[in-house]
């Protein structure tokens, strides 16, 4: 049995559909991940071969001014679940982020590329891949640029920005893969399915700016909106980016045989499937 711990998020949803059978989800309303009586005791109950955790504090300006959260979930909470898995014999799979990194390397990150947070809510993802690596049985996904059908993301931000206005003004030196959660799902089931340990990457194959990515969408949705050029500078959000947090996903291709599709085909297909 998997347990997905975040059922009801944008991730844990498309894990769910994909598992089938496999799959038990639990959120909020079930376990609280910052107590470890509460962690302790559900996985003790269900006793699961695998636990993803796909709860996360992910509001990455908000951890600025909320940095004890940050940490009690993305950290703290992911330490109780690797004790719970090292008592059980349990896989624990930990969902994280290109934000582990500062994005001045140039050239797409592979999994031994040392990290570097810039931000706090990179801190605390890195504090809680150091965490997970306490139980002997671990799984760490990083991925970046998510969005999905059930929950509230960049494309969907953009769609109803374009209903509203004619020009946008998008940030054009940040650059990454935008990532389907139905594509990460299939990526963390095959990881699972092949015995795979350790740290993987995982997104959506090619890159391009949030700036490129906001055109793609208006493109496919057949929106006349003027996308302007601006720097992360320009932008001033409380919280420090990456500006070049490609990953190279060699690894997880090379050992699963799960080639992740162009983050512009995958947004073909979600386009398709919002629009049903």
């Known amino acids: 049995m998997i347990l997905v711990v975040g ?3 944008m991730l844990g949803r498309d894990l769910m559909a994909l598992l089938g059978d496999r799959g038990v989800g639990v959120d909020i309303a079930e ?4 107590s470890p009586e509460s962690v302790f005791k559900l996985i003790g109950d269900l006793k699961p071969e695998v636990v993803i955790n796909c709860a996360a504090y992910t509001d990455v300006d908000g951890c600025e001014s909320a940095a004890e959260t940050a940490m ?3 950290a703290e909470g992911v330490a109780y679940l690797a004790i719970a898995c090292k008592d059980s014999g349990a896989l624990l799979v930990q969902v994280s982020t290109d934000y582990v990194f500062d994005g001045g390397k140039g050239t797409p990150y592979v999994e031994d590329d040392a990290p570097c947070p810039i931000s706090v809510y990179g801190e605390s993802k890195l504090a809680g891949e150091m965490n997970a690596a306490y139980s002997p049985e671990h799984l760490i996904v990083r991925t970046q640029w998510l969005y999905g059908l059930h929950g509230k993301n960049f494309v969907e931000t953009m769609l109803r920005l374009g ?17 389907w959660t139905v594509d990460l799902s299939q ?10 340990r350790g740290v993987y990457h995982a997104a959506n194959s090619e890159y391009c700016s949030w700036n490129g990515f906001s055109k793609a969408i ?7 909106v003027v996308v302007r050029p601006m720097t992360t500078t320009e932008l001033n959000r409380p919280a420090r980016r990456p500006l070049y947090s490609t990953l190279d996903c060699t690894k997880l291709s090379s050992e699963t045989g799960y080639h992740p599709q162009s983050w512009r085909k995958a947004l073909q297909e979600y386009m398709k499937l919002r629009g049903k």
Do not use: R, Y
């Open 187 to 196: 990526a963390i089931i095959a990881l699972i399915d092949s015995d795979c």
């Open 7 to 9: 059922a009801n998020g």
């Open 31 to 34: 376990i609280d991940i910052t």
């Open 218 to 224: 208006f493109e496919e949705s057949g929106l006349n």
């Open 72 to 74: 009690a979930v993305n």
């Open 163 to 179: 209903t509203e206005k004619s020009e946008l003004t998008v940030v054009d030196d940040q650059i990454g893969s935008p990532t």
